[in-house]
């Protein structure tokens, strides 16, 4: 069974930058997607960041121009590159990796932005 493992959350100050990793323990085929989530208390979860099975990207309004997603496949690892962060940036960053088979979700990582 693959698992999803997500790395590099933490506590970082408001402009501050971060960078998210989400590794797969394995190799995942037939994907079609893959992105980043997140959730803060008492919100609904957002697509953050998305990337299809090739190198187009989507980014909520929010955050374009700030963070960036790519992938590397040889290290069966997606990253989500975050910069001039602000408090409205706090909250669990979860990736997810679409397939036919199946969805993959990854645990979840907390990013807290605060001076």
């Known amino acids: 069974q693959v698992q999803l493992v997500e790395s590099g959350g933490g506590l970082v100050q408001p402009g501050g930058s971060l960078r998210l990793s989400c590794a797969a323990s394995?190799?995942?085929?037939?994907?079609?997607?893959m992105g980043w989530y997140r959730q803060a208390p008492g919100k609904m979860s957002e697509l953050v960041a998305g990337?299809?099975?090739?190198?187009?990207?989507n980014y909520a309004d929010s955050v374009k121009g700030r963070f960036t997603i790519s992938r590397d496949n040889a290290k069966n690892t997606m990253y989500l590159h975050m910069t001039s962060l602000k408090p409205e940036d706090t909250a669990v960053y979860s990736c997810?990796?679409?397939?036919?088979?199946?969805?993959?979700w990854g645990q979840g990582t907390q990013v807290t932005v605060s001076s």
């Open positions: 990337i299809d099975s090739g190198v187009d990207t």
């Open positions: 394995g190799r995942i085929v037939s994907i079609y997607a």
């Open positions: 997810n990796v679409g397939s036919t088979q199946r969805d993959y």
